[in-house]
């Protein structure tokens, strides 16, 4: 008796003799059957036993098998003749060319199925364009396919905020929108021809799920509309409220892209109202930054120099965002506008102009403004301060922190403002800080905010020794305390320090 | 959170309590319940800032603007014993010189 040939459950067949399987069991079954003890397959990472089994001192044949990668070799044990190794030889013959045919049909499989998906892609993109065809092209065009693939005479699609499209005979079709509009009885369906009163079916099918369209087409005169015809057009409808859901959609995205540039685009032109680059002032160093919550500010900062001094300014509109920032870019040029125009270099004056100028315009706005006012005097080095309902303003003192509270509501709240002036003479490395409530009330993830004692406190430990620096350390300390938490609100830090350069 | 709103209106007077967070997003409500008294011919409104544990600028914002219309005809709107957050924040702004503000309740600041 020969032992049956089989593959041990044990011993798996190499993945590369999967696609010739059939071909080397068959084989090998032959084999046996002349007289083998066993067959095995070499794929280079070892002996796989395919039928049979042999002892280790068994006779061996071999023949290489080329078309697999890396080669390997067929090998017959316990038989030894010149038959034999010809048939051998034979039959790793056939099975590398079993295996070249097996490879190029599923790649050529493969291949068609690409292709097909392609050609699917293609026509789904050339029938269904939806993100450069218009809603009423879609419906057009799917109203001539409706037409073309089940042959009705006469095809009306009606879709809400369209007027109704008509295909085929056209006269007819627009009888079949009146036939629904005048009700027969049904939404959807199908309408016999001994009902419609017009010797033809009429079928109605919904279109999509959210819009209620129709699509409505008449079967042959005297015929039937089939099933056939019924799923052809029940899954055009569905096509159809696919592509115009589709369709709306990326309206609605092409309509929220150009709103967000114009955002983008009006942010950033607020944005440039604000210095770009500190003045050169004999006797001071300045420095500011501004650090919006959104796209904008309502935050703004500004100097001047005039024949006076310095005039410098912070502010704060009430509400954030791009509103917020239109009015600030009116407020910051007014602000300028009346520096330029005072002769006083009374900080209280200029603050009564800004107001007289903006009073209406922010009553008409329904938003107030916060706002600190400031004078350098070069020669006395004396800096006054008025301030509009603002905050944090505070002065540093050899060392010592101190607010300027606000004497004066906001502007924009009462018609006249008539505030009272606070003067410090800065002495070299004293300094004045004009920020914004966004500096302060910036909170953590526990909702602590950053207060302005810890701000005073930061700014007394800061062993830094100029403006820019003191502002930059100012903010990094704020973005640590604020840690994953968005910013509150938009942040603005105005510093003025007293240098030894003579003014 | 959110912002409650009642208002009533007695007489010539109308008194309005809020209670919650009063920010941006409240903005627009309270807008419309203190300016539809006015628009009914109620001059002076009291305004219960008790229960308000939190306003923003936009909150003051929209206090400010009833405050002037009230104004415009003769009246005005009185803040009702803020709360310590309201206060401070009033302070801050140096607004509590421009509005008047009561202790009172609004029922009885809204009567002169």
Redo the contacts between chains.
């Keep these: 008796m020969h032992a049956q040939p089989s593959v041990a459950a044990g011993d798996r067949m190499p993945a590369a003799f999967e696609r010739v399987r059939e071909a080397l069991v068959e084989l090998s079954r032959v084999w046996i059957e002349s007289g083998a003890e066993s067959v095995l397959i070499d794929d280079g990472k070892g002996c796989h036993t395919v039928a049979g089994s042999a002892t280790s001192d068994s006779i061996r044949l071999e023949a290489r098998l080329d078309a697999f990668d890396p080669p390997a070799r067929l090998i017959v044990a316990g038989i030894d003749s010149e038959y034999a190794r010809s048939r051998l030889e034979a039959d790793a013959r056939l099975l590398d060319g079993l295996a070249v045919a097996r490879t190029q049909l599923s790649n050529t499989t493969a291949a068609l199925v690409e292709a097909n998906d392609q050609a699917l892609a293609f026509y789904h993109l050339a029938t269904g364009t939806s993100s450069s065809l218009s809603v009423a092209d879609i419906v057009d065009h799917l109203a001539e396919e409706a037409r073309g693939l089940t042959g009705a005479p006469a095809v009306a699609i009606c879709v809400p905020s369209l007027p109704d499209t008509l295909c085929g005979d056209r006269e007819f079709a627009r009888v079949l929108v009146d036939l629904v509009r005048d009700g027969v009885g049904t939404e959807s369906g199908m309408v016999r021809r001994h009902s419609s009163g017009l010797n033809h079916d009429v079928l109605i099918v919904p279109i999509g799920h959210e819009q209620p369209g129709r699509l409505i087409l008449a079967g042959p005169a005297g015929g039937r509309i089939h099933t056939p015809t019924q799923k052809l057009a029940a899954a055009i409808a569905g096509h159809l409220g696919g592509l115009l859901k589709l369709a709306r959609t990326h309206q609605r995205e092409l309509a929220d892209a150009m709103l967000r540039h114009d955002v983008e685009a009006a942010s950033m032109l607020a944005g440039q109202v604000l210095p770009r680059r500190s003045p050169t002032v004999p006797g001071l160093d300045v420095h500011a930054r501004n650090q919006p919550a959104r796209l904008a500010s309502g935050d703004y900062f500004t100097w001047t120099m005039t024949e006076r001094g310095l005039i410098f300014a912070v502010g704060?509109v009430?509400?954030?965002g791009l509103p917020a920032a239109l009015v600030m870019t009116m407020l910051a040029t007014a602000t300028t506008a009346a520096a330029h125009r005072d002769r006083t270099g009374n900080p209280a004056h200029i603050l009564a102009e800004i107001n007289a100028d903006v009073y209406e315009y922010l009553?008409d706005s329904?938003?107030?403004v916060?706002t600190a006012v400031c004078s350098w005097e070069p020669r006395s080095g004396v800096v006054s301060v008025v301030?509009?309902?603002?905050?944090p303003v505070l002065t540093v003192r050899r060392g010592q922190v101190e607010p300027v509270?606000?004497?004066?509501?906001?502007l924009?709240?009462?018609p006249c403002v008539d505030a009272e002036v606070a003067s410090f003479r800065l002495e070299v490395n004293d300094m004045l800080l004009l920020g914004s409530?966004g500096l302060v009330e910036q909170e953590n993830a526990d909702g602590m905010q950053y207060g302005q004692d810890r701000l005073a406190e930061a700014v007394v430990r800061s062993g830094t020794t100029t403006a820019v620096g003191l502002v930059d350390e100012l903010f990094a300390l704020l973005q640590s305390h604020s840690g994953d938490e968005p910013q509150d609100d938009d942040r603005t830090l105005l510093v003025v320090r007293r240098t030894r350069e003579a003014p | 959170m959110h912002l409650e709103i009642q208002s009533e209106r007695n007489g010539s007077g109308g008194s309005v309590v809020l209670a919650g967070r009063f920010d941006a997003h409240e903005a627009e409500p309270v807008l419309t319940s203190l300016t539809a008294l006015l628009a009914d011919g109620v001059s002076t409104i009291g305004l219960d800032l008790s229960r308000v544990d939190f306003i923003d600028s936009t909150g003051l914002a929209v206090l400010t603007r009833v405050m002037k219309r009230a104004r415009e005809s003769g009246g005005d709107l009185v803040l009702v014993a803020p709360s310590t957050p309201v206060r401070v924040i009033l302070e801050l702004t140096a607004l509590d010189k421009a509005f008047v503000v009561s202790e009172v309740g609004p029922d009885i600041a809204v009567g002169h």
Aim: hydrophobic letters at 25%.
């Design positions: 704060d009430s509400g954030k009553s329904g938003v107030f916060t301030n509009a309902g603002h905050s509270p606000p004497h004066v509501p906001p924009g709240v009462l409530d």
